[in-house]
């Protein structure tokens, strides 16, 4: 069933229950309402009739009569109103009306009436009286009457059930058109309710099958503080992570097939070198002056592709974590110090400026050579990517840390290209495949496997045309670390 039906039905039930609840107890209680104030209207006039009508013997003050007369009038005042009355005399003799269609008072209801007791009755069936005449049903009060402590009369007053009956039916009738409109109008506003609750589930549904069929960027407006709306809030969420993950794979997807691109211009370029160079040597067609210089060219491309081999081996064994880190305490700031001596040469070529900023002693807890190794390609790339330039290598401590920073004032590197550049075979800028260092786009992705196998942070920052720097930072030694160097 749809679920529009269902939370009908449900709303259905609960109104119709509550409806009937209210409609049962409502209808009882009108009964009850109507026929208390027709016995209390009776009384009264039970109480006029005896007031207008009784007379105390002006010598016999015991005596007490009733005023025939006066009782006749009222008899006729009162049958207007379809109410009947007899009055009684203690010894359970008709007073009046003297036409014998009276009805008599049981023993019972004498025993109560004897004991001061106001009787209020229903009697549902009409019943034949002694004459042969029929009675309809009546609801009627029996009252007793008192002078000086001594009963003087009983009077049972009454009205036909009929006539009570009909008020209470009006009022049931009225009660059943509200109880309809009631009814009514929640089914109405139940019906938009279920309505709205429906439509946002189906806008949910159909946003839903969209991510199924890929569509990570579809968004759903947000509203409604109930459960409904936290789902909205979290299928947001969810669409966005979504969405994050897959643009993720994707470029990872680009970054593989670059990769293995990369990697076989990589390969081929110095294979093809050699190859060439050997046709010409088997075909002789190298002048003798040449071959020492060939030869010395095809070594190099060897050296080259020993060195990518290496340098792959390399990063896989830092990647899996199965070298073995021999990791000391040592100075690091003596490691800039000779980092920067190698490489001053290098840096004259490019007119750049090699600056150190560090303390004498600058305590750092790493494998020596794998530090030198770090350090040296940071600033390698510095020098190859900033001409005439400034690169300043600060070395300092952080809170249980040692921080080195290379900054150069070269190229720079946009945001997309920063998020990229430790990736393996990556290079900013694609043309410069080869170069005069050899640039193969290692260098950075083994930095970076390194400084994480130390437990240590790599992070870059950089603006194109103004610079780049990078952040290493290596923890110190843990406790039981120190230990272990004690020992
Ligand atoms: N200081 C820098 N300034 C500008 N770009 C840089 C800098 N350092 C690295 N890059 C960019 O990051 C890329 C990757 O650097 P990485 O050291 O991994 O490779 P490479 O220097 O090209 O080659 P390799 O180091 O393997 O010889 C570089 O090609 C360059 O585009
Ligand atoms: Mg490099």
Redesign the pocket.
């Known amino acids: 069933m749809k679920m529009i039906y269902q939370q009908l039905l449900a709303f259905f039930l609960v109104i119709g229950c509550t409806i009937l609840l209210l409609g049962f107890s409502f209808s009882r209680m009108s009964k009850t309402f109507v026929y208390d104030q027709t016995w209390h209207n009776l009384e009264k006039y039970s109480d006029s009739l005896i007031q207008q009508s009784l007379t105390i013997s002006s010598k016999n003050k015991a005596k007490v009569t009733f005023d025939e007369e006066k009782l006749k009038n009222s008899e006729a005042l009162l049958e207007n109103q379809a109410v009947h009355f007899t009055v009684f005399s203690p010894q359970d003799q008709v007073i009046y009306p003297n036409n014998g269609v009276a009805p008599r008072i049981t023993q019972k209801d004498w025993e109560h009436l004897r004991r001061n007791q106001i009787v209020r009755k229903v009697n549902n069936k009409n019943f034949k009286l002694s004459n042969g005449k029929t009675r309809p049903a009546m609801i009627e009060v029996l009252k007793p009457y008192y002078y000086k402590k001594k009963l003087v009369a009983a009077v049972t007053v009454g009205a036909f059930i009929s006539d009570v009956n009909s008020n209470v039916k009006r009022i049931n009738r009225d009660l059943l058109k509200a109880l309809f409109v009631a009814l009514l109008i929640s089914m109405f506003i139940s019906y938009f309710i279920a309505r709205r609750l429906n439509r946002r589930i189906s806008k949910l549904r159909s946003a839903a099958n969209q991510v199924s069929n890929g569509n990570y960027k579809i968004r759903l407006k947000p509203g409604g503080k109930d459960e409904i709306g936290e789902l909205i809030v979290d299928f947001n969420h969810m669409t966005q992570s979504l969405q994050q993950a897959n643009n993720e794979i994707q470029r990872q997807e680009e970054r593989r097939q670059e990769f293995l691109a990369n990697a076989a211009h990589e390969m081929r370029t110095p294979l093809t070198t050699i190859s060439g160079i050997l046709e010409g040597i088997k075909y002789d067609v190298i002048p003798q002056e040449s071959r020492a210089k060939s030869i010395d060219l095809m070594s190099s491309e060897t050296q080259r592709l020993i060195r990518l081999v290496n340098e792959n081996l390399d990063y896989e064994k830092i990647r899996s974590n199965s070298i073995q880190l021999d990791k000391r305490h040592f100075n690091a700031a003596k490691v800039l110090e000779n980092v920067i001596d190698q490489l001053d040469s290098k840096a004259e070529e490019s007119q750049d400026k090699l600056v150190l900023n560090a303390p004498k002693d600058l305590s750092i807890y790493a494998d020596y050579d794998r530090f030198v190794q770090i350090v040296f390609?940071i600033v390698t790339?510095?020098i190859?990517?900033t001409d005439q330039g400034t690169i300043t290598v600060t070395g300092e401590r952080g809170y249980n840390e040692t921080i080195i920073k290379v900054a150069?004032t070269?190229?720079?590197?946009s945001e997309d290209?920063q998020k990229n550049?430790f990736e393996r075979y990556?290079?900013?800028?694609a043309s410069r495949r080869t170069g005069k260092?050899?640039?193969?786009?290692?260098?950075?992705?083994i930095v970076h496997q390194l400084v994480k196998s130390h437990g240590g942070k790599i992070s870059v920052s950089?603006k194109l045309g103004e610079g780049?720097t990078f952040t290493v930072i290596i923890p110190d030694a843990t406790a039981a670390e120190k230990e272990q160097e004690n020992h």
């Open positions: 390609n790339n510095a190859q990517f150069d070269g190229i720079g590197m290209q550049i990556y290079k900013a800028d260092y050899g640039e193969s786009g290692l260098g950075l992705a950089s780049t």
